[in-house]
């Protein structure tokens, strides 16, 4: 089957890498249209080979006989340990990565040319277009990566460029101090994943996805011999890994980072932080999925995503800033997909939940791209963050409105829009599985459709008689064109028979429309539509009323449960002064001191022995003959005695 | 002559190499310093002699090494003496403290 070369793909990852350095490296000389252009343009030449890649993989190369095989088109080893254990870099296709690079080139595409005329007159431009050329590279390799060690390379530079883009307005100190959150959270769930990478790769010796998630794999025996608290060392690798995923996915405990880093600029919190890096930790338990099944772990997975799912939607009620709302919807309908692999089964209908989650991937993808840019299309007309500050816009942004609209409709899940068709999948995976955490997702989903009702009538309605200074108008094409793309992609991308193409064995199942949760999720959707209308179409006393009436719930999830106060009151005062000051101490005082108490010794001591050195050339005959005389007299005295 | 006992010889020649090294230690002339060392030279010269003349009357190699001693101081003090003159068209001074120091480079 290799004898179609597809050795053309390495075109997506030499392209974007090479911008990065000629954008990084000679933007300055430039206009910044010109790097802007140079950019997208070259993103263009990539979306188009992206596209032919997965054209020919899912319908030309990928299947042998009715299984999509894996298939490492290119291999080059890199490092070389000790019998198998190597480091290879490479690319390989299979339905997943097939999927990411369209998902991945076409959000990139579109918010290229949505930051030409965003982020226009920006200070750093041609920076902008560098960094996010470096993050669609990482984000390529990391989605095409033949084995975990490459995964983990690209992993870390994907975290290193949404670093440097929040704080891309570097001279505000909350977005640098929202970087370093940010990387700081994520670095520390990254050791976790480098700890699994270890100890799995220790008990496979490979580092080969192809060897690992062979389904009969011999070392999966070995590693569930050896055992650690209780739990085998299969299970620890499985849930270090996890971690690793919930770190860059924003899982709770680690979500805290996201709606932080909603101070980059908008265009790139929709790239990195909504469609693409935020689901690295998604694709990375599918990409291992195969081991996962039937584990402890990922039944632990499901109720974290489920957790997850429920928390951040509670609190995206509550938030009055529109990027922070649409951050903890991001986390929400990521722990949808998480919880969707959790409850997954290997194989045939029993891997549902492993098709629906790619499939809310590439849907969510697509809408909560275009809820982003549409609300960077809204903070461009008003200038501010704030729900407060806009209302009635639906006048001034038509285009952002309806846009908007459709996004919204695909979020809640409104039959026929993407949304529906994937979180229904996940729905009724989920309800074969284990009612509990159906009942969570099921809580989450009727609130996602309020609070994204609630956010849409807040801009759109809501005050409609509001006088604003200046008057809001539409932005230009550049940003109008991607948003109207992306509705298309957001409203009809649920039709796409996902369960044909990416399963969890390869082979193609038919999902049906399971009418009883279909029918439920429907019914939650139409519900929290219909309360948020009734609550924030027009301006009313009802939503005052009602944080009256729970003041306490309110106050909690609008400071977001507390969650950033435990991990500050975990770092500060039980890490920082239980454990690192101490060790500070120790070090200052013993070691340091210790080292210093040489040097003082040696110094004090040179001090008093100086004066043999003092130069003067009778002294040294003095104490030479002295020396002389007294060796004189020791050897006449010593042969004195032995002749006596 | 034969009456003067070898002790006596060498107690003169002790006193010369000592006064000598007194003068070695002490002077910060050069000229005195490298007087105080053909002392010291002589003084060694002397004990040859007496040996010689004591204990091997029959031979001569220590009468020899008396002569090829003073020979060598000659040589010596000739190179001493260029020394001190160059030294003293430098620093027009000849005493031995740190302004010697500054010939080294």
Known sequence: MNDINMSYTLILLALPFLMFLVLGLLGNKMKPLVAGVLGTLSLGVMAAVAYYTAYQYFF????????????????????QFYGELKINLGIMLDPISALMLVVITTVSLMVHIYSLGYMKGERGFQRYYALLSLFTFAMLGLVVATNIFQMYIFWELVGVSSFALISFYYTKPSAVAASKKAFIVTRFADLFFLIGIL?????????????????????????????????????????????????????????????????????????????????????????????????????IIGWVGAITAAYAAIVACAQTDIKRVLAFSTISQIAFMITSLGVSGYGGHDGLGYMASMFHLFT???????????????????????????????????????????????????????????????????????????????????????????????????????????????????????????????????????????????????????????????????????????????????????????????????????????????????????????????DRHIVDGFMDGLAYVTQAASDKIKGLQSGHIQQYIFVYLIGALSLVFIFIFFIAFLLS | MNNIPMEACLAISTLMFFAGVYGFLSRKNMIMVLVSLELMLNAVDLNFVVFNRYLYPGQMEGMFFALFGIAIAAAETAIAIAIIINIYRNVKRIYIDENITELKH
């Not at chain 1, 690992?212 to 070392?219: K, Q």
């Not at chain 1, 209780?230 to 971690?243: H, M, V």
């Not at chain 1, 690295?280 to 772990?297: D, E, H, K, N, Q």
């Not at chain 1, 609130?447 to 108008?473: C, E």
């Open chain 1, 199 to 299: 100890i799995i790769s220790y008990f496979a010796g490979t580092f080969d996805f192809a060897t690992l998630t062979d389904p009969d794999a011999p070392f999966i025996g070995s590693a569930v011999g050896a055992t650690f608290l209780g739990g085998t060392a299969l299970s620890w690798a499985l849930a270090f890994i996890f971690i690793g995923g919930a770190g860059k996915s924003a899982m709770m405990p680690f979500h805290i980072w996201l709606p932080d880093a909603m101070e980059g600029p908008t265009p790139a919190s929709a790239l990195i932080h909504a469609a693409t890096m935020v689901v690295a930790g998604v694709f990375l338990v599918a990409r291992l999925f195969p081991i996962y099944v039937g584990t402890t772990v990922l039944e």
């Open chain 1, 364 to 586: 969510h993808a697509f809408f909560k791209a275009l809820l982003f840019m549409g609300a960077g299309a809204v903070i461009h007309a008003v200038h501010s963050n704030e729900m407060k500050d806009m209302g009635g816009l639906r006048k001034y942004l038509p285009i952002t409105h309806i846009t908007f609209a459709v996004a919204v409709l695909a979020i809640a899940g409104i039959f026929p829009f993407s949304g529906f068709w994937s979180k229904d999948e996940i729905m009724a995976a989920a309800f074969h599985h284990n009612k509990a955490i159906f009942a969570l997702l099921f809580f989450a989903a009727c609130l996602t459709a309020f609070y994204m009702s609630r956010l849409y009538y807040r801009i759109f309605w809501y005050d409609n008689n509001k006088d604003y200074h200046h008057k809001p108008h539409e932005a230009g094409p550049t940003m109008t064109i991607p948003l109207i793309i992306l509705a298309i992609l957001a409203a009809f991308s649920g039709f796409v028979p996902f369960s044909k193409y990416i399963t969890s064995d390869g082979k193609a199942f038919e999902a049906h429309i399971d009418m009883l949760v279909a029918g439920l999720s429907t019914l939650a959707a139409v519900g929290g539509i219909v309360v948020a209308t009734l609550m924030y179409a027009k301006k009313k006393d009802a939503p005052n009323k009602f944080t009256q009436t729970f003041p306490r719930l309110y106050k909690w999830a609008s400071d977001r449960f507390y969650f950033d106060e435990i991990w500050l009151f975990v770092t500060r005062k039980i890490i920082f002064d239980r454990i690192s000051k101490p060790i500070a101490w120790f």
């Open chain 1, 60 to 79: 030309v190369v990928g299947k042998v006989g009715e299984v999509y095989q894996s298939l490492p088109v290119f291999n080059y080893e890199w490092l």
